[in-house]
């Protein structure tokens, strides 16, 4: 195979430690690529008033492949505090560096798979009919559009006058807010395109009709949120008749899925839904299966940028413990799916069996599989460390 160049973004707290962790699996599992380091999170942000600086999106365009650890996002108003003094009231102001790479490269395909792994002991358990114990296998697979709806950045604190105004026309608002003054107004939209809608509703069936998934859910609110949840439902029920009619199609709203992803998880298959409830509900899933130490993600644009994470955010506290104890299994498994994406599917496979060997056998066990809260003395308590746990999968490829 080609030697590939891979972008390699750390980022903040634990990510880092969970980055080396992948790369090491990569490298014993005999992927051969070269890793050039871009800047990227918080410190750039107190350093130079930027947490995506213009030489990190230069890398990314050039190698249209990164791996990405961690980044940490706080509210604005924090933010704008652990700025460098010399930045102060310069006008600088905080955007997620992750939203920012996914709006400025069109990332709008996001995928996250909820897989159980046999023997993990954090898998979701229920009562059965006769009271014994059940634990249903989850393999769930969520697409989630990741440029628009509710993170898409339009919002206004004391909107514009013209914005106002343009609300005004609307009489939902005028009957419902047009006793609000303009400056004690907070507004966020939700926007829906037809375009990246159409996308990531076909990216889903094509998934499915691919990998031998019976249905694709559709997990918004069309009763309620009519325009924007109805464009999606409106879509996937014209795509299905049209083009995939061999894979049935579902609806659920998103506060009752919730409710039934607890009931029977296993009858789901392939999910898509809008950003914010896209997020809502693969975390949701993720908690069935061990939760955000075994939750991995990959976003797509249409010009083939790839960018693959883990959806756990940075801990900062545990990065500054001597002996690490993140699980590294999220970030590795992410690690697979960029390794899927440019069609090295035997190596991911070696290494997803190595990983699923270790759960099923349960000898090696990080802190969370323990069902310990994350202290530093888990080590002394039997836990695995992150080191510990990579060498083990290492271990299990050879």
Same mark, same amino acid.
């Given at each position: 195979m080609?030697?590939?160049?891979?972008?390699a973004l750390?980022?903040?707290g634990i990510g880092?430690? $969970?980055?080396?962790?992948?790369?090491?699996?990569l490298?014993?599992? !005999?992927?051969?690529?070269?890793?050039?380091?871009?800047?990227?999170g +918080? %410190?750039f942000?107190?350093?130079?008033g #930027?947490?995506?600086?213009?030489?990190?999106?230069?890398?990314?365009?050039?190698?249209?492949?990164?791996?990405?650890?961690?980044?940490?996002s706080?509210?604005?108003?924090?933010?704008?505090a652990e700025?460098?003094?010399?930045?102060?009231?310069?006008?600088?102001?905080?955007?997620?560096?992750?939203?920012?790479?996914?709006?400025?490269?069109?990332?709008?395909?996001?995928v996250?798979?909820?897989? &159980?792994?046999?023997?993990?002991?954090?898998?979701? @358990?229920?009562?059965?009919k006769?009271?014994?114990?059940?634990?249903p296998?989850?393999?769930?697979? @969520?697409?989630?559009?990741?440029?628009?709806?509710?993170? /898409? /950045?339009?919002? +206004?604190?004391n909107?514009p006058?013209?914005?106002?105004d =343009?609300?005004?026309?609307?009489p939902k608002?005028?009957?419902?807010?047009? +006793?609000?003054?303009?400056?004690?107004?907070?507004?966020?939209?939700?926007?829906?395109? +037809?375009?990246?809608t159409?996308?990531?509703?076909?990216? =889903?069936?094509?998934?499915?009709?691919?990998?031998?998934?019976?249905?694709?859910?559709?997990?918004?609110?069309?009763? $309620?949120?009519?325009?924007t949840?109805?464009?999606?439902?409106?879509?996937?029920?014209?795509?299905?008749?049209?083009d995939?009619p /061999? $894979?049935?199609?579902? #609806?659920?709203?998103?506060?009752?899925?919730?409710?039934?992803l607890?009931?029977?998880p296993?009858?789901y298959g392939?999910?898509?839904?809008?950003?914010?409830?896209g %997020?809502?509900? &693969?975390?949701?899933?993720?908690?069935?299966?061990g939760?955000l130490?075994?939750?991995?993600?990959?976003q797509?644009?249409?010009?083939?940028? !790839?960018?693959?994470?883990?959806?756990?955010g940075?801990?900062p506290k545990y990065?500054?413990?001597?002996v690490?104890?993140?699980?590294?299994?999220?970030?590795?498994?992410?690690?697979?799916?960029?390794?899927?994406?440019?069609?090295?599917?035997?190596?991911?496979?070696?290494i997803?069996k190595?990983?699923a060997?270790?759960i099923?056998? /349960?000898?090696?066990?990080t802190?969370?599989?323990?069902?310990?809260?994350?202290r530093?003395?888990?080590i002394d308590?039997?836990?695995?460390?992150?080191?510990?746990?990579t060498?083990?999968i290492?271990?299990?490829?050879?």
């Amino acid at each position: 195979m080609d030697r590939r160049t891979i972008v390699a973004l750390p980022g903040d707290g634990i990510g880092a430690l $969970v980055l080396k962790e992948a790369i090491r699996v990569l490298d014993a599992a !005999g992927f051969d690529a070269e890793y050039v380091y871009g800047d990227i999170g +918080w %410190d750039f942000w107190c350093k130079e008033g #930027n947490p995506l600086p213009q030489r990190t999106i230069d890398l990314i365009a050039k190698y249209k492949i990164a791996l990405f650890g961690a980044i940490t996002s706080k509210p604005k108003d924090e933010a704008v505090a652990e700025l460098s003094p010399e930045l102060q009231g310069k006008g600088f102001n905080y955007s997620s560096p992750i939203v920012g790479l996914r709006q400025h490269f069109g990332l709008d395909i996001c995928v996250r798979p909820c897989h &159980s792994y046999k023997g993990n002991p954090l898998n979701f @358990i229920r009562r059965g009919k006769d009271g014994t114990p059940e634990e249903p296998m989850v393999d769930v697979v @969520i697409f989630r559009q990741n440029t628009e709806g509710l993170y /898409g /950045g339009v919002e +206004w604190s004391n909107p514009p006058q013209q914005v106002y105004d =343009a609300l005004m026309t609307h009489p939902k608002f005028r009957e419902n807010f047009g +006793w609000c003054p303009k400056e004690e107004l907070a507004v966020s939209t939700r926007i829906f395109t +037809w375009k990246y809608t159409e996308r990531i509703v076909r990216a =889903a069936f094509e998934y499915a009709l691919k990998n031998g998934y019976k249905s694709v859910t559709v997990c918004e609110t069309p009763n $309620v949120i009519r325009e924007t949840s109805g464009l999606m439902w409106k879509i996937a029920k014209e795509m299905q008749k049209k083009d995939f009619p /061999g $894979v049935q199609l579902w #609806n659920t709203n998103i506060d009752a899925q919730m409710m039934w992803l607890t009931k029977n998880p296993e009858d789901y298959g392939v999910i898509v839904a809008g950003n914010m409830f896209g %997020d809502i509900v &693969s975390d949701a899933f993720a908690g069935l299966i061990g939760g955000l130490g075994f939750a991995c993600s990959a976003q797509f644009s249409e010009d083939g940028v !790839g960018v693959f994470e883990p959806t756990h955010g940075s801990a900062p506290k545990y990065a500054d413990y001597k002996v690490s104890i993140v699980n590294p299994v999220a970030m590795i498994e992410s690690a697979c799916m960029m390794l899927d994406y440019i069609n090295e599917k035997n190596i991911a496979a070696r290494i997803r069996k190595a990983i699923a060997d270790v759960i099923e056998e /349960g000898r090696v066990k990080t802190y969370d599989m323990m069902k310990l809260s994350g202290r530093q003395e888990v080590i002394d308590m039997g836990a695995a460390s992150t080191t510990e746990m990579t060498d083990e999968i290492i271990a299990r490829l050879k």
